[in-house]
């Protein structure tokens, strides 16, 4: 079982008052078993892999009921689900589902006496995450090897299908592009010329760069 810790002040303010958004999910007590055919653990897959393509990723919580009127129930893990989670296991699982590897981290959260398993998912680091396996799940959509996948407004994670979603992703890598080449090129300049961008130019060379992706 993964060690516990206690809940930050940002897991503690989703808690407090738990609303489901583009960078929280939340989720009931759910052992992890057979990940490649729990349809419950394929969803949570499918959620790493859509907030891995959202700017600044997400959390999902597990140990949080969703009830028949919608509102979130803190119930807090129960004890023979939480003994299943293993860190490296989990990893090695999630990992051959994205490529690039999605960057994530699973923990064990104590919260007012009660556990949660919080599993915190960076953005991509470089290119977006793509699904590199089918999924076998049968109670919601499967994965589709080769699809991108993100986080909406809604909230929901879902296959990439509209123009707006996929430029939302191409303009993410287009700025973290920009963020790993702008030192290289200020080294370039000559001396005299080795001031910053300014804010204008900056903005202007990233426009002209999505132009070009686009």
Known sequence: MIKAVKADQIIASILDTPLENRNVELKPSIPWKDANRQHQLQDIIKSVLGMSNVRDGGKIILGVFQKQDKTFEVQGMKNEDLQTYDQDHIYQVVRIYGNPSPRFEVSNIEYNGKYFIVFT?????????????????????????GSLYTRTHKPETKRVNEETEMREIINLAIDKEIDVWSPRVQKLVPTQATKPLSMNNAKKFADELRDINL
């Open 121 to 145: 998912i960076q953005d991509f680091l470089y290119s977006p995450v793509i699904c590199l396996k089918n999924g076998n799940n049968n109670g919601t959509e499967p994965l589709v090897k």
